[in-house]
């Protein structure tokens, strides 16, 4: 076997192929033919594999004749990473005002030009500084609602610089009336079945805006009594027809994943969760990443246990794919729905 063959074969190659940014500070890789060694997320011009070497550490490049890349810069941090640090800044001052920045004075306190900040936030956190921001100022108005504040007081708490802004989009905030969230879910309507699916019992419910709900179990009615207890007042309605046609299509996806799921859905969680989440629905089907890769995806390296966390907080099954999670070393770490479900989702994934 020559090198070209050699290299090519070499699972760090095809990180260094596909500029894995989670594979940066793993190892390095170096090119004889200029002397350079760069990390593997380098968006320098790919070399020819018989002309590629890899290296633990930079130390060991180095101790070789090799000089760091002036591109990537494989000494210090990314640029991915540099970004990520002050798109973390930036998400520091939206969560400590008292009423949104906008993205202008963002850009302008980090030191990048609003376009350039903008594209970056978007990259690192999965949404829009706005889009951010309204999703903090929802969390802050569920936990003052949940702990017995009035909505007025509620509002004023979260940082929104009158009720009527609030009001303005407050069912796309909280997926409710103010009011009807305080109370436990109070005039609101939520659709639900029950069905039989291979893995067993399943729940979906539904809301107005979409899926609220994807539950798995060995029985069904403990999926039912957790669906009351998280709206004890809100009117539930057993599924008519229609919605029954819904669930079908539901019990198939989670059968066959890889299929797709074209519905709306009703996804309610902190900001933090739903960077989570949108880096979660990005796993294709058949793959798996650890916890800190998917901590590094989202530009928070070192928010493993937050993202672990993120993942336990999922209510729709399958559809946002926290099994597609596994610890560092391959193995099988908990699951909202049970370590033997998730090992049947990611063998039914990897047999298609």
């Keep these: 076997m020559d090198q070209d063959q050699k290299t090519a074969l070499d699972p760090r190659w095809q990180a260094v192929m596909s500029r894995d940014r989670s594979a940066d500070g793993t190892f390095v890789y170096a090119v004889r033919t200029t002397g350079v060694y760069c990390r593997p997320s380098c968006a320098s011009r790919r070399a020819n594999p018989r002309n ?19 591109r990537c810069n494989p000494r210090g941090q990314s640029p991915a ?9 930036a998400c520091r001052m939206i969560e400590e005002a008292e009423e949104m920045p906008s993205t202008e004075d963002l850009a302008r306190r980090i030191g990048l030009s609003t376009f350039h900040f903008h594209r970056q936030f978007k990259a690192v956190t999965g949404m829009t500084p706005r889009r951010y921001g ?13 702990s017995g504040a009035s909505v007025t007081a509620a509002i004023h708490e979260a940082g929104f610089g009158s009720a009527s802004r ?24 939520i659709r ?21 709900a994807i539950s798995l179990g060995d029985e069904p009615e403990p999926l039912l009594a957790e669906l009351q207890d998280r709206f004890p007042k809100a009117q539930l309605i057993g599924g008519d027809d229609a919605f029954e046609a819904l669930v079908a299509r539901v019990v198939a996806f ?3 994943p890889g299929q797709g799921l074209d519905l709306p859905l009703d996804i309610r969680g902190t900001a933090f969760q739903q ?17 800190a890769e998917l901590a590094a995806r989202i530009g928070s390296p070192a928010a493993v246990r937050a993202v672990a966390g993120a993942c336990a907080a999922n209510k729709l099954a399958v559809v946002i794919p926290c099994h597609r999670v596994v610890r560092n070393d391959g193995a099988l770490s908990g699951y909202r729905w049970g370590v033997e479900r998730k090992r049947e989702l990611l063998d039914r994934e990897a047999t298609r």
């Design 192 to 212: 639900f079945a029950l069905a039989q699916s291979a893995l067993g019992a399943i729940l979906v419910a539904s809301t107005h805006r979409g899926i609220c």
């Design 254 to 256: 989670v059968e066959a």
């Design 81 to 89: 990473q540099a970004n990520a640090v002050l798109v973390a800044a």
């Design 275 to 291: 960077r989570v989440w949108q880096a979660l629905r990005d796993i294709r089907a058949g793959e798996t990443v650890s916890y």
């Design 134 to 146: 309204a999703a903090h100022r929802a969390a802050r108005v569920r936990d003052a609602l949940a």
């Design 52 to 70: 590629v070497g890899f290296f633990a550490s930079p130390d060991a490049a180095e101790a070789q004749g090799f000089r760091p890349c002036l």
């Design 166 to 189: 609030f009001y303005d989009g407050a069912d796309s905030a909280i997926g409710m009336a103010a009011s009807a969230f305080r109370k436990g879910g109070e005039d609101a309507v």
